[in-house]
Nanobody, 126 residues
Framework: QVQLVESGGRLVQAGGSLRLSCAAS????????MGWFRQAPGKEREFVAA????????YHADSVKGRFTISRDNAKNTVYLQMNSLKPEDTAVYYC???????????????????WGQGTQVTVSS
């Protein structure tokens, strides 16, 4: 089992940057593929970015490609989402998610993840 706690969300102006963190409990973090999702009011939760267990492979949604970067530090049991050039449409609750997978595969669908954090609010003002 792994428990996830996100942090780093806040109010920021358009064009600004934020780095979200997701701290995981447990000693097997390096065996989990990780992902970031977001949910805006009245909308479905959508995929943002994913990384494999090692951090060597990553994938980003088209809407954030070139602006957001997922990374992880297995020594610190933490996955990050660096968000640059933020836009008002990036406003959402951001969730990190984990799935036991040491194969190197990336996962982009909500149903593929078994563990979720409680979310952190990111608000981008225009």
């Amino acid at each position: 089992q792994v428990q996830l706690v996100e942090s780093g969300g806040r109010l920021v102006q358009a064009g600004g940057s934020l780095r979200l963190s997701c701290a995981a409990s447990g000693r097997t973090f390096s065996s989990y593929a990780m992902g970031w999702f977001r949910q805006a009011p009245g909308k479905e939760r959508e995929f943002v970015a994913a990384t494999d267990w090692s951090g060597a492979r990553t994938y980003h949604a088209d809407s954030v490609k070139g602006r957001f970067t997922i990374s992880r530090d297995n020594a610190k049991n933490t996955v990050y989402l660096q968000m640059n050039s933020l836009k008002p449409e990036d406003t959402a609750v951001y969730y990190c998610a984990a799935r036991w997978d040491h194969s190197g595969r990336l996962h982009t669908e909500k149903y593929e993840y078994s563990h979720w954090g409680q979310g952190t609010q990111v608000t981008v003002s225009s």
